[in-house]
Each structure stands twice: as structure tokens, then as C-alpha cells.
């Protein structure tokens, strides 16, 4: 009897491929997305009564319109939507269409697409939240791209099949890089061999959000230092800089704490808005190898495109004049793709010069800001060199470093600190 009644509790709690568990806990369906919008019409109400809006009635409408946009899905219900997804698959085509009538109103989009982009770029960055914009955009732009590629070039007759093939291959080379570099950047991880006990708290810390983890923190308890001074330890590891307060692990040599993402990565490069998340041991092969394949496919594709609108003209002078492009629609929208592709492709050119250059001088995109703000480095060409002069092996070492680095990706970190000899000593230097 206990077999079958909790084998019905398990077919009635099976969602549908159209049911959701909503953020209340309930469960919902994607047709009932517009019923007991409570907040909502509280705010119409007091809209159309010309009463002001509580402070919160925004944000909490803004919370339920983001947790009813759900996609049916096969497995486990309806999957959430974020929002940040869908402006980059209206934004750009029709911003490149656009740019196709007029070439005046191509400089203004082309002006206007990057403008955005670096607008939005500093609004997120100011929040440190994370956002799918950027990654949602750049496989849009890549899928996009070729879909003109097949649709507006190669029918001219002036591309045949080996370079339809050639495009090809460096679009799924380019998706396979970008598929590793997202398998995460290695994580700093506790020494479980030091670990004594787990405390679970309900209350909220002091350095961490109360909404993280439905308020719950669990704090490791270590038994290292425990036959020492409890104050001297605590005192050595609260002014270290390897000790981290959030992730409270101790970081080994190189490895920082992204404020976006919320873990501490071990040799932290940076945290790419491109790809969504940080640039660290793990995936930094492959960063580089989806930067360099995704250039070599651009630059490819964009000689293929102009050598077929622009057959008269030079490739490094068809970008800057092209007579009578605009005379035909299918031209002109791609010329004015291999214009935006050659934008990115410009910025792209750029990130990838930087990290050659700090790749050859060991330095971290992260170790050359610090060593800048604090004035112990050696600049030259123009910024672009930072050479801290810590961990430089010489060119040959350094490449040698950076090529096997990902094997060592899984060694834990160092022994964790006693987090009851660091709250010791905070209560020691408040009574103080």
C-alpha cells in the first residue's frame, strides 16, 4: 500500500510538458499566464485612479511578468525564459535591414547596434549581474551570418561549394570551442581532508546576500590551528589577501573572486560577458582557440562576401568604396553584414592581441589591472604590454605554462581556515 500510494504521489507531482512550479512554490500552466495577476492589477488600479504606485509594485510586477514567460519543454515542465535573450534576436536584424535601404542610414545603424551594445555592457557591469544578452547576441550574429551566407551570397554563383564547406567547418569548430570554454573555468576547491564539521545557518551573514540560497549558509568548520593560538591564527589569515570571506576558502597564488559569477576561480583571468562566464585555468585554451577560430571563419567569410558584391574592386578598399552596391537590395544587405562582421571582427582583433601579449608575459588580464593601479609594472607599446615581471618564465616557458595549465585544474585548495578563530577575534577587536 505505501509502494503504490507513493507512486501516485509521484505521477500527480509529474509535470507536463506546458506545467511549472511558479516562484511561490505552486504549480502553474503557461496558458494561465495572464489569471490571478494580483500585483498587476493593483497597479493598473491605482494608475487609472491617478494614485501613486507603491515603491514596490514595479519590481514586483517586473517578478511576476519573468516568472510566467515559460517554453514548453519535454522534460520537467515548462523552462523559464530570460528576458535578456530576445532583444539581440529582434535588434539585429533589424537594425541590419534597415541599413540596407540607404547608406546613410547605414552609418547611422552601424554607429547605433555597437553604441547600444557598449551602453548596455556598462549598465550591467556597474550591477555585477550576470546576462545572457552578450552570449545570446554572438550566437545569433554567428548563426545569422551564415544563414545570409547560404541565402544572399552563395546563390549569386560567385562562391562555390569548397568555400561553402570551408565556412562551414570554421562555424562548427567555432560552436565546439565555445561549447568547452563553457564547461567552467575551475573553481577553487576545499581541502576536504581538513574539513571537521558543516554548520548549517539560517540567518543571513554579514558579506552575503540574504536572498542567496533561500538564506541558508553553510559554514565549514576546520580542524587545522586548533592546538595553536586561536587569536594569532586568526589574526595572520584575516589580513591575508589569499583569504576569501565570501567562498571562505583560502585562493591559492593567482586565483581571484568574481563578483559576478560568486566563486573564487583558480588563476582568474577575467570574467567574459561573451561567453557568460569567467576566463580562468580550466577554459583558457579554449577561449583562446574560440577567439582565433571564430576571426580566422570572419575574416574568411567576409572576403568571400565582398569579392562577390564588390568583383571589381581591391579587398582592402571594397569595405571603403563600393559603386553601386545599393542599387540592389541583396547586395546591399551584404555589404552592410560584412560592415558589422567587420566591426566585430575589429574588437575581437584586439582582445585577441591582448591575450597573446599577456600570455607571453604570464600575466593575467586581472594581475595586469592590479599591477597598473598600484604602479608596479612596466608598460610599453602603448599599454598594450603590462609586464609584472612575478611569474615570467620567458616566452617559450610562459607558452609552455599556458598549454599544460588545464591538466592541474582539480588540486584542491589549501588547508581552510578556522572560522571560529576569525569570529574570535572580530568580537575580541569590537569590545576593544
Same mark, same amino acid.
Given at each position: 500500500m505505501k509502494k503504490r500510494a507513493k507512486r501516485r504521489q509521484e505521477e500527480d507531482e509529474t509535470l507536463c510538458c506546458c506545467e511549472y512550479v511558479n516562484r511561490h512554490g505552486e504549480r502553474s500552466h503557461v496558458a494561465a499566464c495572464c489569471c490571478d495577476c494580483e500585483d498587476l492589477d493593483d497597479a493598473f488600479?491605482?494608475?487609472?485612479?491617478?494614485?501613486?504606485?507603491?515603491p514596490e509594485s514595479l519590481s514586483k510586477v517586473a517578478e511576476v511578468v519573468t516568472d510566467r514567460i515559460r517554453?514548453?519543454?519535454?522534460?520537467?515542465?515548462?523552462?523559464?525564459?530570460d528576458l535578456s535573450v530576445v532583444p539581440p534576436?529582434?535588434?539585429?536584424?533589424?537594425?541590419?535591414h534597415l541599413a540596407a535601404l540607404h547608406f546613410l542610414l547605414g552609418i547611422v545603424s552601424l554607429i547605433a547596434l555597437p553604441g547600444l551594445?557598449?551602453?548596455y555592457y556598462y549598465f550591467t557591469h556597474r550591477k555585477k549581474g550576470q546576462t545572457l544578452f552578450f552570449l545570446s547576441l554572438a550566437l545569433f550574429s554567428l548563426a545569422y551570418m551564415y544563414y545570409l551566407f547560404l541565402t544572399e551570397v552563395f546563390p549569386r554563383g560567385d562562391i562555390g561549394p569548397v568555400q561553402v564547406l570551408g565556412v562551414t567547418v570554421g562555424v562548427i569548430l567555432t560552436l565546439v570551442a565555445l561549447i568547452h +570554454?563553457?564547461?567552467g573555468p575551475g573553481t577553487v576547491l576545499p581541502n576536504q581532508e581538513a574539513v571537521h564539521s558543516t554548520v548549517t545557518y539560517y540567518s543571513p551573514l554579514a558579506d552575503r546576500d540574504p536572498a542567496v540560497n533561500g538564506g541558508r549558509h553553510d559554514v565549514t568548520m576546520t580542524v587545522n590551528n586548533r592546538s595553536g593560538s586561536v587569536e594569532?591564527?586568526?589574526?595572520?589569515?584575516?589580513d591575508s589577501r589569499n583569504w576569501c570571506p565570501v567562498c571562505r576558502v583560502v585562493r591559492p597564488p593567482r586565483a581571484g573572486h568574481c563578483r559576478i559569477c560568486g566563486v573564487c576561480v583558480l588563476r582568474l583571468d577575467h570574467h567574459c560577458v561573451w561567453i557568460n562566464s569567467c576566463v580562468g585555468q580550466a577554459n583558457h585554451r579554449s577561449f583562446l582557440l574560440t577567439l582565433v577560430c571564430f576571426l580566422s571563419t570572419s575574416l574568411y567569410g567576409i572576403s568571400l562576401v565582398l569579392r562577390s558584391?564588390?568583383?571589381?574592386?581591391?579587398?582592402?578598399?571594397?569595405?571603403?568604396?563600393?559603386?553601386?552596391?545599393?542599387?540592389?537590395? +541583396? +547586395?546591399?544587405?551584404?555589404f552592410t553584414c560584412a560592415w558589422y562582421c567587420s566591426i566585430v571582427t575589429g574588437?575581437?582583433?584586439?582582445?585577441?592581441?591582448?591575450?597573446?601579449?599577456?600570455v607571453s608575459y604570464n600575466v593575467t588580464e586581472r594581475e595586469a589591472r592590479v599591477a597598473l593601479r598600484e604602479k608596479t609594472a612596466r608598460r610599453a607599446l602603448w599599454g598594450l604590454v603590462v609586464d609584472t615581471g612575478v611569474y615570467s618564465r620567458g616566452f617559450c616557458g610562459n607558452w609552455a605554462e599556458f598549454m599544460t595549465m588545464g591538466d592541474r585544474v582539480n588540486s584542491p585548495s589549501p588547508l581552510q581556515t578556522d572560522l571560529v578563530a576569525l569570529v574570535g577575534v572580530v568580537n575580541k577587536e569590537e569590545k576593544l
Open positions: 488600479d491605482r494608475l487609472l485612479k491617478k494614485e501613486p504606485q507603491k517554453v514548453p519543454w519535454l522534460w520537467g515542465g515548462a523552462r523559464k525564459l534576436l529582434i535588434l539585429l536584424p533589424v537594425l541590419l551594445v557598449l551602453w +570554454s563553457k564547461r594569532q591564527s586568526g589574526i595572520e589569515l584575516k558584391v564588390c568583383p571589381t574592386q581591391h579587398l582592402l578598399t571594397a569595405l571603403l568604396y563600393c559603386p553601386e552596391v545599393y542599387n540592389q537590395y +541583396s +547586395s546591399a544587405l551584404c574588437g575581437l582583433l584586439h582582445l585577441l592581441l591582448v591575450q597573446v601579449i599577456n
